[in-house]
């Protein structure tokens, strides 16, 4: 034509950008695989991951560390392109590796954004954590004393050190920087679902390792500022102190026989009525005197109003004789009550 004379010889200065052929599939380079891996990553697991995307000429198009937060996805189930689907598989926490991915794997002749069209792609991750919908938490006793009779239950009141961390190691929170213990009344929903399942069945002066999924612990959310979203936790426990809780439905329980005149024994002015003040007193006194017991851990103030509440069936702020109920005298699903 007009732009190539006849009989001309060509010159061609040619930058090979990269090749594959239709039949590759991905090609996987281990740059770091951790000495322990008790797990490895399979179909349905959700993993928290870093990654660093290039070309096969080192152009970068697209990076997460630039965002400051790892890349979360379901793998094996199609929610990534193919090639990282499949090069997501059999990873180990903390592993570091390459992928590389042919374009039919990838994005195709398309492209996408700054990816152009039949391109071959080059991941290099980073595996921060990963679990699965189905796993529960986990639970390692590192320490176990002798003498461990008397374990914790839902309902009793702990006292606990721990030191709580990320599957890679990075500390989010202890309370011996602290220095002071960490206060629960156990199943109550003071902490997370994991952590009410991991100080099960705990006696005191135990230490164990408690990993949680995010689905018993901060879910997808996270807590700004402190805890990733869907991130894996473990905790590092040494329960303190345990302080027997009451059987589930109870405030308050006596710890000998109750006096037949219970009602005219809390109401003091004899009126027929019982005030709160009254009842407060009275519980006051039964507690300190050790002819009953709270539950522990709870505000006193707050116990005690509730169980007033619960008796005083008008809410005129009044207790009557007729209203005036013993716990067992109650449908159990009723209230909490003496």
Not at 73 to 89: F, H, Q, R, S
Not at 129 to 157: A, E, R
Request: net charge negative.
């Amino acid at each position: 034509g007009k732009d190539i004379p006849g009989q001309a010889s060509l010159v061609f200065d040619v930058v090979l950008l990269d090749l594959h052929n239709p039949k590759d599939g991905i090609a996987i380079e281990n740059q770091q695989v951790p000495e322990s891996c008790e797990r490895r990553s399979q179909a349905g697991d959700f993993l928290r991951y870093h990654y660093n995307g290039t070309l096969l000429d080192g152009t970068l198009f697209d990076s997460s560390y630039s965002r400051n937060r790892t890349y979360d996805t379901y793998v094996g189930k199609g929610y990534v392109i193919a090639g990282m689907d499949e090069g997501l598989l059999g990873v180990c926490t903390g592993e570091k590796r390459r992928i590389i991915i042919p374009p039919h794997l990838g994005y195709g002749e398309e492209g996408r954004g700054k990816i152009p069209g039949s391109a071959v792609l080059v991941f290099d991750i980073h595996v921060v954590d990963f679990h699965n919908p189905s796993d529960s938490v986990s639970i390692t006793v590192n320490y176990k004393p002798s003498n461990c009779t008397v374990l914790s239950k839902k309902g009793d009141y702990l006292k606990y050190h721990y030191n709580a961390s990320l599957l890679d190691g990075t500390l989010l929170d202890s309370t011996h920087s602290l220095g002071k213990t960490y206060n629960i009344v156990l199943g109550s929903g003071q902490v997370v679902v994991g952590m009410d399942m991991g100080l099960q069945d705990m006696c005191v002066g135990e230490r164990r390792t408690v990993v949680i999924p995010p689905h018993l612990g901060y879910g997808e959310d996270g807590v700004e500022g402190e805890v990733p979203g869907s991130a894996v936790l473990v905790f590092d426990i040494e329960l303190l102190e345990l302080v027997s809780g009451l059987p589930e439905g109870y405030m308050f329980v006596w710890n000998g026989e109750v006096s037949p005149n219970l009602f005219e024994e809390i109401d003091q002015n004899h009126d027929g009525e019982v005030l709160l003040e009254e009842f407060s007193e009275y519980i006051q006194a039964q507690v300190d005197s050790g002819k009953g017991k709270l539950a522990p851990g709870f505000d006193f103030e707050k116990i005690v109003k509730n169980m007033f509440t619960n008796q005083d069936r008008d809410g005129n702020g009044k207790v009557t004789a007729e209203e005036f109920k013993l716990k067992d005298q109650e449908a159990k699903e009723e209230h909490d009550e003496l």
